[in-house]
């Protein structure tokens, strides 16, 4: 199975670029519609360093999309030592474009903030222009190296569903990442609880989009690289993708719960109780994007 999906080290290469482009997409959520979701809920310099934590996210996201990129794109020169041949076939095919700009967007993201955490105080630290533009080219690349790509049906609908459900995934999985870490880091805090109700509340309303998001734009994606195209479904690539449903299924179950806690306005949200099923959800999410790595690099039809 893993070699027919390319070997360990395409897999592993293709989760670690999952796990940054997920959790790169999930800092630009955090910053952009949970943050000023808070309003006057949390005090300024909470604001600052919770902005900061999703900044070094990004930044560090970045720099291993830009790693994981110049490893793919070295990869074929491995096996063909032509050096001229294997970099002109590697900038004319698309998937091979597709990297080159994945390493610099992930290169710019990486450079730009970490020098904006160098140079500038806390509160000032805001997103030059530059580091969004790169951020939306992180989210418009993975269809162009997914099955979606080449899909011998609905091409554009393919590459449509799988942008969305990319930027869902990440808004609902990236964003819980830095949610969960800012509220185990706080179990102990003087405004804890205070501070994991108000983040669990601006959260939500995220969550409660994205995550249904995923949902419907999975099972299109399901049937559009297993219904609709021609010929049979491959056992693996099928038997993977109940595996990925499973994994996705006990992730929404634990999401549910910390739902139906956000949405009981009298509860304050207890930093202890909720750390540990926040980490367990992310954990699970973290399977779903291995078995993920695996799918992506598998045949769908036999
Ligand atoms: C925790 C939730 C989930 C995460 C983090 C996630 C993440 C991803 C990622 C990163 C990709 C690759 C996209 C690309 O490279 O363009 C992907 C593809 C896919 N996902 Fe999900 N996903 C989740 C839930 C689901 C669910 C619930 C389903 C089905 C109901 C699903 C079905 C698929 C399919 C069919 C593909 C396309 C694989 C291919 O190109 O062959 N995903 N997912």
Do not use: N
């Not at 939500?204 to 734009?217: G, K, L, N």
């Not at 056992?235 to 109940?242: A, K």
């Not at 367990?280 to 790595?293: G, H, S």
């Amino acid at each position: 199975m893993i070699d027919a999906a390319g070997g360990w080290s395409a897999v592993a290469l293709r989760f670690v670029a999952f796990t940054a482009t997920t959790g790169a997409l999930g800092a630009w959520a955090f910053v952009r519609f949970v943050l000023p979701a808070l309003g006057a809920a949390v005090d300024e310099r909470t604001h600052a360093a919770w902005q900061t934590l999703a900044s070094r996210a990004a930044m560090w996201c970045g720099i291993a999309l830009a790693a994981t990129s110049i490893a793919r794109l070295a990869g074929p020169f491995a096996t063909i030592p032509d050096v001229a041949l294997t970099g002109r076939a590697l900038l004319q095919s698309a998937a091979g474009q597709a990297l080159l700009v994945q390493g610099v967007a992930g290169a710019l993201v990486g450079g730009m903030i970490a020098g904006s955490i160098a140079s500038s105080p806390p509160a000032a630290r805001r997103w030059p222009a530059t580091v969004e533009a790169a951020l939306t080219a992180i989210a418009l690349l993975p269809p162009a190296l997914a099955h979606a790509a080449s899909a011998p049906t609905l091409r554009f609908p393919s590459l449509a569903v799988d942008l969305i459900h990319g930027l869902a995934a990440g808004a609902w999985i990236g964003a819980l990442a830095l949610v969960a870490t800012v509220i185990t880091r706080a179990r102990h805090a003087e405004h804890g609880a205070a501070h994991a109700t108000a983040l669990f509340a601006a959260f939500h309303r995220v969550a409660v989009i994205a995550a249904p998001t995923v949902f419907v734009t999975g099972l299109l994606s399901a049937w559009l690289r297993m219904g609709a195209p021609e010929g049979i479904a491959s056992p693996t690539y099928s038997g993977l993708f109940v595996a990925k449903l499973l994994l996705v299924g006990v992730t929404g179950f634990i999401g549910a719960g910390h739902s139906k806690l956000a949405t009981k306005r009298t509860a304050t949200v207890s930093a202890e109780l909720v750390g540990r099923s926040l980490l367990a959800e992310c954990a699970f999410a973290l399977a779903v994007l291995v078995v993920t790595a695996v799918l992506v690099g598998t045949a769908p039809i036999a």
